[in-house]
T-cell receptor, first 116, second 113 residues
Framework: DSGVTQTPKHLITATGQRVTLRCSPR?????VYWYQQSLDQGLQFLIQ???????AKGNILERFSAQQFPDLHSELNLSSLELGDSALYFC???????????????FGPGTRLTVL | DQQVKQNSPSLSVQEGRISILNCDYT??????FLWYKKYPAEGPTFLIS?????DKNEDGRFTVFLNKSAKHLSLHIVPSQPGDSAVYFC????????????FGQGTRLTINP
C-alpha cells in the first residue's frame, strides 16, 4: 500500500459526459501528479501540482483540468469525453517534486475510465 | 518522440536465473532514473533508482546499471522469483520547473518455475 488513494476505482460513462477523479496523497507529501495510461502504452504525464499551485504540464488536453485543494487532495476533471479517453488514470505524490529531481513518486491504484 | 524506450515488450526467465531488463533514453538532460514494477489492477510500485553521477546501485536482489555514454540503463534481478512476474517500467527524471518523469512503455517479465 503506497499510501496514495484514488476514487473511484472504476468509472463507466458515455461520450460527451464529464467526470471527476479524486486523489489523496500520502501524508506529508506536497506534490501530486496525474498520469494517463492507455492500452499498451507507458504512463503519460499530464500535470503536477505543488502545495496548491500548478507547477508542470505535460500532454494534457484542453478538455482536462485539475486542481489541488488546501488539504492537498487533488481532482482531475475530464469533460466532453471521447472514446479515446478510455484509459487508466494514475495519481502519484511525492514529498517535494520541486527544486529536486530525486524525489520518488508513489502511485495510487488508479481509476479505470471507460467511455462508451 | 519516445524519449525513453524499452525495446522488449516481454521477457521470460527461469526461476533462480538472472533477469535483465533494458532501457534506452535519448535526452541527455535526464539525470535521475527509476524503475517501477506494476502488478495487474495496481499502481506502479517504486523499486530502485540511480543518479547520473553513479553507474551502479544495488538493493538486495535488484541492481541498476547506468551507462551514460550509451544512454542505457538496465535492471538486474538475481535470483529471479515467481513473485517478480510483473510489468517493469523505467522512468527518467528531468527538471523543468518541477520534476517530470518520462516513462518507457514497459516490459512484461514472466518467471517460470
Amino acid at each position: 500500500d503506497s499510501g496514495v488513494t484514488q476514487t473511484p476505482k472504476h468509472l463507466i460513462t458515455a461520450t460527451g459526459q464529464r467526470v471527476t477523479l479524486r486523489c489523496s496523497p500520502r501524508s506529508g507529501d506536497l506534490s501530486v501528479y496525474w498520469y494517463q495510461q492507455s492500452l499498451d502504452q507507458g504512463l503519460q504525464f499530464l500535470i503536477q501540482y505543488y502545495n496548491g499551485e500548478e507547477r508542470a504540464k505535460g500532454n494534457i488536453l484542453e478538455r482536462f483540468s485539475a486542481q489541488q485543494f488546501p488539504d492537498l487532495h487533488s481532482e482531475l476533471n475530464l469533460s466532453s469525453l471521447e472514446l479515446g479517453d478510455s484509459a487508466l488514470y494514475f495519481c502519484a505524490s511525492s514529498v517535494r517534486g520541486v527544486e529536486s529531481i530525486t524525489d520518488t513518486q508513489y502511485f495510487g491504484p488508479g481509476t479505470r475510465l471507460t467511455v462508451l | 518522440d519516445q524519449q525513453v524506450k524499452q525495446n522488449s515488450p516481454s521477457l521470460s526467465v527461469q526461476e533462480g536465473r538472472i533477469s535483465i531488463l533494458n532501457c534506452d533514453y535519448t535526452n541527455s538532460m535526464f539525470d535521475y532514473f527509476l524503475w517501477y514494477k506494476k502488478y495487474p489492477a495496481e499502481g506502479p510500485t517504486f523499486l530502485i533508482s540511480i543518479s547520473s553521477i553513479k553507474d551502479k546501485n544495488e538493493d538486495g536482489r535488484f541492481t541498476v546499471f547506468l551507462n551514460k555514454s550509451a544512454k542505457h540503463l538496465s535492471l538486474h534481478i538475481v535470483p529471479s522469483q515467481p513473485g517478480d512476474s510483473a510489468v517493469y517500467f523505467c522512468a527518467a527524471s528531468v527538471y523543468q520547473g518541477a520534476q517530470k518523469l518520462v516513462f518507457g512503455q514497459g516490459t512484461r517479465l514472466t518467471i517460470n518455475p
